[in-house]
């Protein structure tokens, strides 16, 4: 069996102090995860515990591989609606799970969306009150898809689809007639985009008001005054 020395991605997103993964950190991790599930889902294999406890890191460091674990929920199906068992870890379980339906694999494309949700903020969607694993209230809530997306932390997320969709398999598919004036306008783009170096200027560190650079700053400064040795006091003459 693989040693998984990275640990699980679950204490990664608590080791972090402001409980958040930044966008683009976000988008890494879901593309690994989806990758696995792909590879099980393309195999009529659904997991039905997908969290980050069951997420875990070949190495330690950044080239360490996410890696899907922990089958114990997992099913083989091959039509569709065939699941009726209620397996499920309460934070990322699916509506239809918890319902009287019976339910197939697009039942992990919710956990999916659970985890991407704690990434980017740090906390789960769904809670349960009074100490139960899963109260009335969460289940309820669940089943309905009723979750906010509370400030200050998702403040700075992108919450909107952009208005413009890419037509990215349509211009691939043309290719022949339609790259020569692509390469012509990426050309042209990139020529507009470079730094006239000789008219650039930079703003000195010291003219910075910068949050980070302000808390180091301070830093220094308090271990400088911490290391200067007491003036002595001066002795009095004698009266």
Request: with cysteine; hydrophobic share 35%; proline share 8%.
């Amino acid at each position: 069996m693989e040693c998984m020395e990275g640990g699980e991605l679950f204490q990664r997103i608590q080791d972090r102090q402001d409980g958040a993964f930044t966008e683009r950190e976000a988008a890494q991790v879901m593309y690994e995860i989806c990758v696995a599930v792909k590879h099980l889902h393309d195999m009529n294999i659904t997991h039905r515990d997908l969290k980050p406890e069951n997420l875990l890191y070949s190495k330690p460091d950044i080239t360490g591989i996410l890696k899907l674990t922990d089958f114990g929920f997992a099913k083989e199906t091959h039509l569709k609606d065939t699941l009726q068992t209620p397996c499920y870890t309460p934070y990322y379980v699916a509506p239809e799970v918890l319902g009287p339906e019976k339910y197939d694999k697009s039942c992990d494309i919710w956990s999916l969306g659970v985890i991407m949700y704690i990434l980017l903020c740090g906390f789960p969607p769904f809670y349960s009150n009074h100490g139960l694993a899963i109260s009335p209230g969460m289940k309820k809530r669940i089943r309905l898809g009723q979750y906010d997306f509370p400030s200050p932390e998702w403040s700075n997320k992108y919450m909107e689809v952009p208005a413009t969709p890419l037509h990215t398999g349509r211009v691939l598919r043309e290719g022949e007639e339609m790259w020569p004036e692509v390469q012509e306008e990426m050309t042209r783009s990139l020529a507009t985009m470079r730094v006239d170096y000789d008219t650039a200027c930079l703003k000195q560190l010291d003219h910075t008001n910068n949050p980070l650079l302000n808390k180091r700053r301070r830093a220094k400064q308090s271990a400088n005054n911490a290391t200067v040795p007491a003036t002595p006091a001066s002795p009095t003459a004698a009266s």
